[in-house]
């Protein structure tokens, strides 16, 4: 068994990335160049040592310039769950751009972590996995401590069923209309019977 699969490491460049639900916490770090990430209810434009921290069940999409630099460091649900019991009940604030003052420090923290996890991963000598695991769980007690907000229903959710987290997330955005079974149906191409 691997001690690293619940953890996704990646140093690369990004040109486009098509719409996608996150499974699991994403650290993105902008190492270099730029990066533009849209999420279903906003937009964001990073730029070299920006932070963004997508949740689970988030739908997002990536457009990236030709020669950015990005570390990705995706943790699994499995990982959360097991060492957070209340993982599915959360969501994370954590955009570096948007920080106020008394959690600078906690951003600085994090991107400390995100370089020394990749020095460990690369090094790759007898002792990154726990290296690794360790940075991981620091950046994840910062995360938690500083940046952990009230899920919505679609963090709650555990689904892969992409139409449904849709349907979630639309009600969501327009619970002070008026929302039929008719309606949704029609949206997303569903029978209502």
Same mark, same amino acid.
Do not use: W
């Given at each position: 068994?691997?001690?690293?699969? #619940?953890?996704?490491?990646?140093?690369?460049?990004?040109?486009?990335?098509?719409?996608?639900?996150?499974?699991?916490?994403?650290?993105?770090?902008?190492?270099?160049?730029?990066?533009?990430?849209?999420?279903? @209810?906003?937009?964001?434009?990073?730029? %070299?040592?920006?932070?963004?921290?997508?949740?689970? @069940?988030?739908?997002?999409?990536?457009?990236?310039? %030709?020669?950015?630099?990005?570390?990705? $460091?995706?943790?699994?649900?499995?990982?959360?769950?097991?060492?957070?019991? #209340?993982?599915? @009940?959360?969501?994370?604030?954590? =955009?570096?751009?948007?920080?106020?003052?008394?959690?600078? #420090?906690?951003?600085?923290?994090?991107?400390?972590?995100?370089?020394? $996890?990749?020095?460990?991963?690369?090094?790759?000598?007898?002792? =990154?996995?726990? %290296?690794?695991?360790?940075?991981?769980?620091?950046?994840?007690?910062?995360?938690?401590?500083?940046?952990?907000?009230?899920?919505?229903?679609? %963090?709650?959710?555990?689904? !892969? #069923?992409?139409?449904?987290?849709?349907?979630?997330?639309?009600?969501?955005? @327009?619970? !002070?209309?008026?929302?039929?079974?008719?309606?949704?149906?029609?949206?997303?191409?569903?029978?209502?019977?």
């Amino acid at each position: 068994m691997d001690p690293l699969s #619940d953890f996704q490491i990646s140093f690369q460049h990004i040109a486009l990335l098509v719409p996608r639900v996150n499974k699991g916490i994403q650290f993105i770090l902008v190492i270099s160049g730029e990066l533009k990430i849209e999420t279903s @209810n906003r937009f964001y434009h990073l730029k %070299e040592k920006d932070l963004l921290v997508i949740n689970r @069940n988030q739908h997002y999409q990536v457009q990236g310039c %030709e020669k950015n630099r990005v570390m990705i $460091v995706t943790i699994s649900d499995a990982f959360m769950d097991y060492h957070f019991t #209340d993982y599915r @009940n959360s969501r994370f604030e954590c =955009y570096s751009k948007e920080i106020d003052l008394g959690r600078e #420090d906690m951003i600085l923290s994090i991107r400390k972590l995100l370089v020394n $996890v990749m020095i460990s991963y690369y090094r790759q000598d007898e002792i =990154y996995r726990i %290296e690794v695991k360790g940075y991981i769980c620091q950046m994840l007690l910062i995360l938690i401590r500083g940046f952990k907000e009230e899920g919505s229903v679609l %963090e709650k959710m555990d689904t !892969d #069923d992409l139409r449904l987290s849709q349907i979630i997330d639309y009600m969501e955005k @327009n619970y !002070d209309q008026l929302i039929t079974l008719e309606g949704i149906a029609k949206r997303f191409f569903l029978s209502t019977g």
